[in-house]
């Protein structure tokens, strides 16, 4: 069987009953984490606004929630709007080897969609992002080559596809269907890596309103009986061969179907920033602690990256003095600096005021970075920070930063999260409805019907 036969049935064929207890809790916390972040984004989020706005502006049936904002538009309209949610604060979830943010496409448009049709169990919509997730993370774990270097930007690319398989999943698309919907992907798929060069642009943070979009249509157009190509992804210009050069991994991409779900592999992130920033921050945080470190004991910091995080420290003007948050969490000196600076890293400190604040700029000027040629694409979550005080030099490595399935995040600290993103929504929710979302998606699996979920929002 070919590689997207072979995708197509597997999403086809999925059941919740077929999921394990990991993969069913995995995806639970996900779509709650999602919703969370989504929720502060309303506000905090640079240039959702406008994607809210114009969502409202176009008018038509109120089909699906736009979260946090306690109003309803037309389906495709609503997933374009959340969609432009899921990843403008980057705090939504990521597959660290994979290098995508599956949850930021499959959770909008599940949901949205979940809602429209009505009557959408739990269990269904578990299935759905489980099966979406899995798919845009194969897909991701397959590629041997750096989208970059051919001017694409991966994780909007590859999330169209998973959007695809979430949405094909609640219509109950045959396997034919679903590889149209996949074919009608790969014509909307995109993400120009030029949003990596422009600092000044929130192209980066709402990015995956395009991807969940194209996802969400892309499985009704096939509903309709729009047909695509036999080979999307291994075609002679499919996925594989138009972006990648052919350059994949066959076994990646199938090996353990239906039994291994990759979505069940994302870490879930404790900061607000790129996650290739976070073995820094918590390679930091790790040494003041063991150490008992003051800051103002700290005269440098030297951090090792490789070519692909060297973007996170240059230009380093502009990384110790970032003027718009997209650029703030891509900057290596200023989030270790707010480490330094405050013990932590949130959502506070990523404003025009947390820009400004002297003691987070001083410490940003004592960051120093050395390049390592050795390091890949697939070792930029790991991270290697050099602290040099007043008493000596100390070390540490980070391999699996916290959020990652190999040193996790507790349940009850995405609550947490949960409900601090949520004291940033653009309609205030009551506590009352926050505890009732926060039980029902953790026992989604008993939920009759999504739009108890959505009602809330």
């Not at 990991?22 to 996900?30: I, T």
């Not at 993370?137 to 695809?164: I, M």
């Amino acid at each position: 069987m070919r590689e997207s036969q072979a995708l197509a049935e597997h999403t086809a064929q999925i059941r919740y009953e077929d999921l394990d207890d990991a993969v069913v809790h995995v995806s639970k916390n996900s779509v709650l984490d999602t919703i969370g972040v989504m929720l502060a984004a309303g506000t905090l989020g640079e240039g959702c606004k406008e994607f809210v706005n114009m969502a409202l502006s176009e008018g038509g049936k109120k089909q699906s929630t736009i979260v946090g904002f306690g109003v309803k538009a037309p389906l495709s309209m609503a997933v374009f709007a959340n969609g432009s949610m899921t990843h403008a604060l980057d705090f939504e979830d990521s597959h660290d080897e994979a290098l995508v943010h599956p949850s930021a496409t499959t959770v909008p448009v599940a949901l949205a969609l979940a809602e429209s049709l009505g009557n959408v169990s739990g269990r269904e919509l578990i299935a759905a992002v489980a099966v979406g997730n899995d798919v845009s993370c194969r897909l991701g774990l397959a590629l041997n080559e750096d989208l970059l270097q051919y001017g694409w930007y991966t994780p909007p690319v590859l999330a169209a596809f998973g959007g695809a398989a979430a949405a094909s999943k609640l219509i109950a698309l045959n396997p034919g269907q679903i590889l149209d919907a996949f074919s009608l992907a790969l014509c909307q798929a995109t993400g120009s890596a030029e949003l990596a060069y422009n600092p000044d642009s929130v192209i980066r943070g709402i990015r995956d309103a395009f991807s969940a979009k194209a996802g969400l249509i892309s499985a009704l157009l096939a509903k309709r009986g729009i047909t695509g190509f036999k080979e999307p992804f291994e075609g002679k210009a499919g996925f594989f061969n138009m972006y990648a050069k052919g350059n994949y991994d066959r076994l990646k991409l199938t090996n353990g179907l239906g039994k291994t779900f990759e979505g069940a592999r994302v870490s879930f992130k404790p900061w607000p920033s790129c996650r290739f920033t976070h073995s820094y921050i918590d390679g930091l945080l790790e040494l003041l602690k063991t150490h008992h470190v003051n800051a103002a004991d700290v005269e440098e910091i030297k951090v090792v990256v490789g070519p692909v995080n060297k973007v996170l420290c240059e230009p380093s003007d502009r990384k110790r003095h970032p003027v718009t948050a997209i650029d703030a969490k891509f900057s290596i000196p200023f989030v270790v600096a707010t480490a330094l600076t405050h013990g932590k890293v949130n959502l506070d400190h990523f404003t025009a005021q947390a820009f400004e604040n002297k003691d987070v700029l001083a410490a940003a000027h004592k960051v120093t970075y050395e390049l390592n040629d050795r390091l890949t694409r697939k070792d930029a979550t790991k991270g290697f920070v050099q602290m040099k005080t007043r008493d000596g030099v100390f070390s540490k490595a980070v391999e699996f930063p916290y959020g990652h399935p190999e040193h996790p995040i507790s349940d009850e600290m995405l609550v947490a999260k949960f409900m601090d993103c949520a004291t940033h929504t653009a309609k205030r929710i009551s506590e009352k409805d926050l505890h009732r979302v926060t039980d029902l998606i953790l026992h989604l699996e008993d939920v009759k019907d999504i739009r108890e979920i959505t009602k809330c929002l």
